[in-house]
């Protein structure tokens, strides 16, 4: 069974600081990781993508992604309460035949930035 | 370019019913993947159909059923509903499905079982 883990939060940080999100997953030929952000009662929209190991910057995000640990992460610096959603972090296993279209999520990370 | 669309939004059936839910992908993307988001389970992959054949099928009951059109549009079905079908249906479209591509998310179905 492919899992992903996150921890459930929440995660409380004051606005201004960096929020850290961290995710694990249990399949070492996973490939593709993806960062999604969810607002309540809303689906979930892309933040990030990363597919090899090393960080990889966009705006206020950084994705960390370490294959050997098979951790991968999200920081947002410079947090604002706009950021407060839930964070999804999903995963698709390449090699196993029937990777096609099937992302395999966290539970996700309830942030809170607190003004 | 418009975004993938759900019909109907909002759904109440009672049990042993059955609902059909209809996805349309953004124009050009041919994989459709369906999930299920449930407070207790998450998100849970269905089942994925690319050029109208399901190449990928998550660890759901028969129950639970699908199809893609020619023109890449995808419906699920739900028979037999139960009390534990109520969640948020999500479509997701991609260009072709493979490994690096984005999934773009719908805005979802709420299905309510009573």
């Known amino acids: 069974q492919k899992e992903v883990e996150q921890n459930s939060g929440p995660l409380s940080v004051p606005e201004g600081a960096i929020a850290s999100l961290n995710c694990t997953y249990s399949d070492r030929g996973s490939q593709s990781f993806f960062w999604y952000r969810q607002y309540s009662g809303k689906s979930p929209e892309l933040i990030m993508f990363i597919y090899s190991n090393g960080d990889k910057e966009d705006g206020r995000f950084t994705a960390q992604l370490n294959k050997a640990s098979q951790y991968v992460s999200l920081l947002i610096r410079d947090s604002q309460p706009s950021d407060s959603a839930t964070y999804l972090c999903a995963v698709i296993s390449s090699g196993y035949g029937g990777s096609q279209g099937n992302l395999i999520f966290g539970k996700g990370t309830k942030l809170s930035v607190k003004p | 370019k418009a975004g993938v669309t759900q019909t109907p939004r909002y759904l109440i059936k009672t049990r042993g019913q059955q609902v059909t839910l209809s996805c349309s992908p953004i124009?050009?993307?041919?994989?459709v993947s369906w999930y299920q988001q449930t407070p207790g389970q998450g998100l849970q992959f269905l089942f994925e159909?690319?050029?109208?054949?399901?190449?990928n099928k998550g660890n759901f009951p028969g129950r639970f059923s699908g199809r893609q059109f020619s023109n890449s549009r995808s419906e699920m079905n739900v028979s037999t509903l139960e009390l534990g079908d109520s969640a948020l249906y999500l479509c997701?479209?991609?260009?072709?499905?493979?490994?690096?591509?984005?999934?773009?998310f719908g805005p979802g179905t709420r299905l309510l079982v009573l």
């Open positions: 124009s050009g993307h041919r994989s």
């Open positions: 159909y690319f050029s109208e054949t399901q190449r």
């Open positions: 997701a479209s991609s260009l072709s499905g493979s490994d690096q591509e984005t999934q773009y």
